[in-house]
């Protein structure tokens, strides 16, 4: 690409008033193979617009989860939550990104107590006092996409239970205080993991986090318990999903058979998850969605 031709993310201005110092800056730098250090592609960049795109459907999703929390009680079945939320975000204009998604069924994600995530609303499931949930949301507006997940509680809950959902929140948060610029995808994954081992909890790797966009799920794969400086190279214009699987027990999960989508703990043990969509600046990130 040329000086004077017009950048690659798209922005419409010139490579030179654009991109070409950050195409540099990578280019001088020695990305460690034995790390895993690689150069993330020009697919993955967001410019401004691609930006407020994905805030448009961040506020939509946002609304979403602020719902779901008025509508978690005892009684409801998970199913009338999805139901509802459907409702609300198609009549925003804009469409629930699980629904259809690798053929999942439903608009949105409930995971309940001993489910790490991918569960399935269902009539069937009816919430009861002490349960702890975690509804996941993402919405997609003009082919932009917002991901974001919280837990929720219904009634009164176990201490036990309490501190799993509180400590999870913090793990994503040092996550998120730990995806810098310049810094490496493996970097969320080290601060996750050391925040949960020193509070006694598991972190699921057999699911992880993800860039985020212009698609639902992007490079790079984001680990939330993983070595330093390993992976891909934060830069700004990345938007990747930080959102730490936790169990209070051993980390092993399985997917039920019969469905293909709900996972469980293989320990029966409670699962809490928080999800934010996060966008790398040149200072360090801003949160998009939660
Ligand atoms: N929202 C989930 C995530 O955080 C993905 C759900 S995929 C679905 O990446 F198909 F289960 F909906
Ligand atoms: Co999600
Ligand atoms: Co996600």
Not at 71 to 81: A, P, R
Request: proline share 3%.
């Amino acid at each position: 690409m040329k000086r004077n031709d017009f950048c690659w993310c798209g922005s419409g201005k010139k490579y030179k008033k654009c991109h070409l110092q950050y195409d540099e800056k990578i280019d001088s730098m020695k990305f460690v193979k034995k790390k895993n250090q690689a150069r993330p592609p020009h697919k993955i960049i967001n410019n401004a617009a691609d930006i407020e795109g994905i805030k448009r459907a961040a506020v939509i999703n946002g609304g979403a989860l602020d719902l779901a929390g008025e509508l978690v009680k005892e009684g409801v079945s998970t199913l009338e939550i999805n139901d509802a939320i459907h409702e609300f975000i198609v009549s925003h204009g804009a469409h629930p990104s699980c629904l259809g998604f690798e053929g999942f069924p439903k608009s949105i994600c409930i995971s309940v107590n001993d489910v790490v995530c991918h569960g399935i609303p269902s009539k069937k499931e009816i919430l009861k006092e002490g349960d702890i949930l975690n509804i996941d949301i993402t919405t997609d507006l003009n082919g932009y996409f917002a991901d974001a997940s919280r837990m929720f509680s219904v009634g009164k809950i176990s201490e036990e239970a309490e501190r799993l959902i509180r400590v999870t929140r913090e793990i994503m948060e040092v996550g998120i205080l730990a995806a810098q610029p310049w810094h490496f995808v493996g970097d969320i994954g080290a601060a996750c993991g050391k925040y949960a081992h020193d509070n006694g909890y598991s972190v699921v790797t057999a699911l992880g986090g993800h860039g985020v966009g212009k698609e639902f799920h992007l490079e790079p794969f984001v680990s939330h318990d993983c070595a330093a400086e390993t992976g891909m190279l934060l830069v700004p214009g990345m938007v990747l999903t930080v959102e730490p699987m936790i169990n209070a027990g051993e980390e092993k999960v399985f997917t039920d058979a019969a469905d293909g989508w709900t996972v469980f703990t293989a320990d029966g043990s409670l699962s809490a998850q928080w999800e934010k969509t996060v966008l790398i600046t040149e200072k360090g990130n801003e949160v998009l969605a939660y």
